[in-house]
């Protein structure tokens, strides 16, 4: 096998990474809506000779064959902005009011087109294939889904993932690796208490769904405290609560609706029929009906610890054992690469972007978000790094 330096490889494309960057950044795009990102990814790949489909509408997967037979490898970027504006003073601020890479998406993509530069020049020794996975919709209804679906993980097979996002609270130059749970599952409830109104008067006459749904906002928040082991998290959170008419009328009918995060597939399924179970059985002990609705958001991200060690070692070799940070904590946050995570072992890393001395220190989905731009060779020598030598190792 050939020891390859992937730094010095990705320094040679850092120029174009950062245009690239530049460019997605000035012309964000919402998720699904990604049309002239998704043309820009096409013609990048196509010319370093990748074969290109495209899927799931705005997706993009590459394919980069080998000269031998082996395992398939998939390294993958998402793709959308957030619906904020950009509050930074920059030339590269984007030119689109209520629009921006405020998640740092559009590094994420200049990164793994670099990776793609860089891999395309060793494609004599690659003893297998690379697949280029920029995916839409990472924000919204979770785009990794329709990738799927439109068999991103077949055709050849995918045997190993990995992928990365920016992280500001790492400095640039370093990754972050977290072994198991790294990121929350998340759902939704939405819920209707139906009651009977009459007089405030004479309540005795009605059914008080205003009275029934602080029972069941209170009954709820018994779950995590008395439900949910206390070495483990999880959230449960009503943010609605909307009823009532006026002062002297007993409401007939109060919508709730919340969220519940979780770091286990068990708890999980436990918090949402804890959820449903407390609101039902509240609700009929007291008289009135509910309609509960539980709507599935992302999975919780589960990382393999195998991938996880590979990834370190990589970063250990690529960037030195003193730029590759292990996270303890895990993110209550969501990600959709969970889904992918679930058809293959792999990995989700984090990439350091913070830089003080230029006030790169914004917390993503702010309108002052920044990645500090030599973040982008660090990201493209670890995903080529990643995919070359698990080819070659694993
Ligand atoms: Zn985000
Ligand atoms: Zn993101």
């Known amino acids: 096998m050939e020891r390859i330096d992937f730094l010095t490889e990705a320094r040679k494309f850092e120029k174009d990474m950062i245009n690239l960057r530049r460019s ?35 997706g993009i997967i590459g394919l980069l064959k080998g000269t031998k037979v082996g395992k398939t490898v998939a390294l993958r970027a998402d793709m959308d902005a957030l619906p904020l504006s950009d509050e930074k003073k920059v030339e590269y601020a984007s030119k689109v009011p209520g629009k921006m890479h405020a998640c740092g998406h559009d590094a994420h993509m200049a990164g793994l ?34 990738m799927i679906k439109a068999g991103v993980m077949e055709n050849p097979k995918v045997d190993a993932i990995f992928g990365l996002h920016c992280d500001v609270s790492i400095d640039t130059g370093k990754i972050g690796v977290k072994y198991g749970k790294a990121n929350a599952a998340s759902d939704i409830f939405e819920v209707e208490i139906y009651g009977k109104s009459c007089h ?29 082991d206390p070495l483990d998290s999880a959230v449960v959170t009503v943010g609605v609560f909307q009823g009532g008419y006026k002062s002297n009328i007993i409401a007939d009918r109060v919508r709730l609706s919340g969220i519940i995060r979780s770091l286990n597939p068990k708890t999980r399924t436990m918090l949402c029929q804890r959820v449903a179970d407390i609101i039902r059985g509240v609700t009929s002990a007291m008289g009135a009906n509910a309609r509960i609705e539980l709507i599935p958001g992302y999975p919780c991200l589960i990382n393999d610890n195998n991938m996880v ?69 660090v990201a493209a020598a670890m995903h080529a790094a990643i995919a070359f030598n698990f080819l070659w190792t694993q």
Not at 127 to 138: S, W
Not at 206 to 223: E, N, R
Not at 311 to 331: I, T, Y
């Open 24 to 58: 997605f950044h000035k012309n964000p795009e919402l998720g699904f809506e990604e049309v002239v990102t998704s043309r820009v990814i096409e013609e990048v790949l196509q010319s370093l000779g990748i074969e290109t489909k495209r899927v799931a509408g705005t």
């Open 113 to 146: 087109l670099g990776a793609a530069m860089i891999l395309s020049r060793f494609r004599n020794i690659l003893p297998g294939n690379i697949k280029f996975i920029f995916q839409p919709a990472e924000e919204t209804e979770g785009g990794a889904l329709s």
């Open 200 to 228: 405030g008067a004479a309540p005795h006459e009605g059914i008080d769904a205003i009275a029934i749904g602080a029972q069941v906002v209170t009954a709820l928040q018994s779950i995590v405290s008395r439900n949910v």
């Open 309 to 377: 060690d590979f990834v370190k070692r990589q970063g250990e070799s690529v960037l030195g054992r003193e730029n590759v940070v292990v996270v303890k904590e895990p993110n209550m946050g969501v990600e959709d690469f969970a889904y992918y995570l679930q058809h293959a072992p792999g990995a989700f890393y984090r990439l350091g972007v913070r830089n003080e001395k230029k006030g790169i220190v914004h917390p993503p989905h702010s309108g002052l978000f920044d990645i500090d731009e030599s973040s982008l060779t």
